[in-house]
């Protein structure tokens, strides 16, 4: 907790913050703060101990900044919209996808 700086909070993980912070100073139970925070009493203790070790910050969600797990391959998507807009235009969403993994080998959803 030597560190210094600034972070940034979204406003559930200032709550979260508020709700640990007390955990750890022995204000409240863990099992009142997992029904406060919507999350099991184990998880409240699994964040209390990252608070106690690495602070505030320990607290931010680690998927920030992160690519999503279901990302398209880079270019994939601008290259089926525009067979889309060239040939299908006029076909629903379903469809559509269906005609790109049949007439051109694109896999978009699965």
Known sequence: MDR?????????????????????????????AAERLGISRRQVER?????????????ISRKRERCSNHQLPAGLADHALAIIRERYADFGPTFACEKLRESHGLTLAA
């Open 47 to 59: 964040l209390t101990n990252r608070y106690r070790s690495e602070g505030a910050a320990g607290l």
């Open 4 to 32: 210094t700086g600034m972070i940034t909070m979204s406003m559930r993980e200032l709550e979260r913050l508020k709700a640990i912070q007390m955990v750890a100073d022995g204000l409240l139970m863990p099992w009142r």
